[in-house]
């Protein structure tokens, strides 16, 4: 029989033995059977990542227990017997959703095991990459933007060129000017994200030096040659 309440249940075990001659004796034995611990948690059912969570550990009649996970390359856990452990995974680019299981033994001091299992998805996250043609120029000046981010597919992206315009688009070209005097430091965001919302953002920055304006001033409007 199972036993699940917390306590020990005593039972007792009588055989009968018969021979052929129809005589009969008997024996009873005792038996104290323990109760087996009932192994229970929740977690975190998906995230993108990075990501950090403390199980919520509901075992019953248990006094210590093991964790793991698998796969488990990629991912750590703050101590693999502790009540209610974290799990913290990194960041992980493709194009498919990875599945996890979380697996708890917990264990009576008698020594009585029960298993529980949960399962956990990590969404893809998008790494956003992009390079300029130049970061450092005279304007005014054509600055070519080449999109490298990771997947190739699947992406939507929102720009941020740091001149008060923005766009939607993958690869792009814009003008940059600087008609004053001082150089002008252009921050040029980069957002990606994909159908699971996990986002990622790259920054760069591109110095335009001020236009060149050429002057003239003449001392005399005519003159003679030689002059």
């Known amino acids: 029989p199972d036993n699940k309440t917390g306590s020990y249940k005593n039972y007792s075990i009588r055989q009968i033995a018969k021979s052929n001659f129809g005589c009969f ?102 790494a956003a990459a992009f390079g300029l043609s130049r970061t450092d120029t005279c304007g005014p000046v054509n600055i070519y933007i080449t999109n490298s981010s990771s997947p190739y597919n699947g992406l939507n992206y929102n720009w941020n060129f740091g001149n008060g315009i923005s766009a939607n688009c993958r690869d792009t070209n814009l003008m940059y000017y600087n008609s004053g005097v001082n150089d002008s430091i252009y921050n040029i965001f980069l957002t990606a994200n994909n159908i699971y919302n996990c986002i990622d953002t790259q920054v760069h920055y591109l110095t335009v030096r001020p236009d060149a304006q050429a002057y003239l001033t003449a001392t005399d409007s005519v003159t003679c040659a030689p002059d």
């Open 25 to 126: 004796d008997s024996t009873t034995s005792p038996i104290v059977l323990p109760s087996r611990p009932i192994a229970s948690f929740s977690n975190d059912t998906a995230s993108c990542g990075p990501d950090t969570f403390v199980v919520n550990n509901n075992s019953q009649f248990a006094s210590s227990y093991n964790w793991s996970i698998s796969p488990a390359s990629g991912v750590s856990i703050s101590s693999t017997t502790a009540t209610n452990p974290t799990f913290t995974f990194g960041i992980y680019v493709d194009s498919v959703i990875k599945t996890y299981n979380i697996k708890n033994i917990a264990t009576t001091s008698s020594g009585c095991k029960d298993t529980a299992i949960h399962s956990y998805q990590l969404y893809p996250t998008p």
